[in-house]
């Protein structure tokens, strides 16, 4: 059986015009993250008419204030930066590029610098325990309102918040625009859905066009061993691709934005996952994210297979694949932020873009039982998954009836 998936992944996937596919994909995803880079950073090079670049004075300052939030830290920040602030608010500051007296050259630009580099960020992190220790009180009132009215469901619903927000707290301050890009960045699922689309629309089609599916039910390999063969390869192809571009992102947003560290810091440390679902570190996030990733390609994948059995060239199952990604990236976006939460997690694209499910808390209703929504997303995938795959067995073991029969699915 192993020869036989070896076999099957060497002819479907080992082709010189997906192999180039996929360098061209990954060049252009390279270019797209230097450019997020370029774009989004505010240490990156922009051609100011400051002396000196942003970069350089971060850096220098990083040593002094990175680590553990301390009162001496805030003091001694807030000693730079509250002159500055005051001489903003006075419109009086001098707008000379070369002013000794500062770090860029320019009052403006160290106050900027300051405040959005360090002052905000550090501020976040000082008061986000208080933020969550806010949440867990709103959270017990409520229990107490909604335990007198008898409504077990919302009250269920402030338990969990309440003990996902407990004793929540930043110690650390750390720079963290890497990750504000990298765990936003989208541009690469679709490159790999357009590359899982490519390659997989091939799977049973080849043997159609050929008729060569007619020889196989002569050989002992043919039938369902050789379905079975087809969908491993075909998820091991996948799998792999998902896992090849994760890493590159990954290594890329790293190296453009010169940070390899604070990957052990919590979750909500991003401040647009304040209100995250999960408490976990940066690092687990990204794995578990991966994860996510992966399944969900799983489950469009085999979606993709199911329907390519259904033709014999490979024009109409690419054109039909991609309508259906396009309507699923529509629906999507339609329910994405909305208070409609479960038209989005029986979304399998939601998967692929899963901080919506992580980033804040969000319940369905299962009899009765509120369940968070990441929760419900993967079960209803993986339920997504089975079913597909199993609709490819009836319809693999129905074309081998029919050919039998004297026909030619």
Known sequence: MLK???????????????????IIFSIIDIFKINNVYQQNSLLADKSTETSTKWENIYWELYNEFSGVITKDKIDKLLKIYRPLENEIADITASTRIDNPNTYTGNVYSDYYLLKWLYVQPMEYAYMYKSRANNIVNNARNNMKFFKKLGNEYEYKKNVITANLFANRVISNFAYLEMYQSYLHYDFSILLILFLCLYGIVNVFVNEKESQMNILLLTSIYGGKRTTTAKIIATSTFIVGITLWFLILDFICFSIAFNSFVTINLPIYTIQNFLASSINITIGQYIVISGIFKMIGMLVIGMMFLFISEFFKN????????????????FLCEKYRGSGYIINKVINPFILLINRELFGKIEFVNIFGVPMLSYIVAIVFAGCLLIISIILIYKVSKKNVVNIKKGGIS
């Open 4 to 22: 036989l998936i070896h076999y099957e992944y060497r002819k479907l996937f080992f082709r010189r015009s997906i192999l180039i596919t996929i």
């Open 314 to 329: 490979a024009l109409l199952p690419f054109i039909t694949n991609l309508s259906i990604i396009l309507v699923i990236i």
